[in-house]
Nanobody
Framework: HLVESGGGLVQSGGSLKLSCVAT????????MGWFRQTPGKEREFVAR???????YYADSVKGRFTITRDNVNETVHLQMVGLKPEDTAVYYC?????????????????WGQGTQVTVSS
């Protein structure tokens, strides 16, 4: 079970931090990630941290977003700075037990309910 928090409305150039708490499984065994989706578009990869701490980012967010995981508190965070209007989307927390560098949405085992991020220009 994944529960996100931290979404909201922010001005262009602003910052937000998303958090996702996982319950009901062995957190350290899962790669954790974030995807986002806008109406009419497919869910797209944003960031991932593997079971071993390897991190991956979409080109569109590199240098602006940072993903971290806390295995003690079974939480994953996404720190977003320099937000742009094109970052506006519903952000979903994701977990899977697959290969560390598998960035596909099709490989995800568990999804959160999503949290809205809106960046105004």
């Amino acid at each position: 079970h994944l529960v996100e928090s931290g979404g909201g409305l922010v001005q262009s150039g602003g910052s937000l931090k998303l958090s996702c708490v996982a319950t009901g499984g062995t957190f350290s065994a899962f790669a954790m990630g974030w995807f986002r989706q806008t109406p009419g578009k497919e869910r797209e990869f944003v960031a991932r941290v593997s079971q071993f701490g390897q991190v991956y980012y979409a080109d569109s967010v590199k240098g602006r977003f940072t993903i971290t995981r806390d295995n003690v508190n079974e939480t994953v965070h996404l720190q977003m700075v320099g937000l742009k209007p094109e970052d506006t989307a519903v952000y979903y927390c994701a977990a899977d037990s697959g290969l560390p560098d598998d960035l596909s949405a099709r490989s995800i085992d568990y999804w959160g309910q999503g949290t809205q991020v809106t960046v105004s220009s």
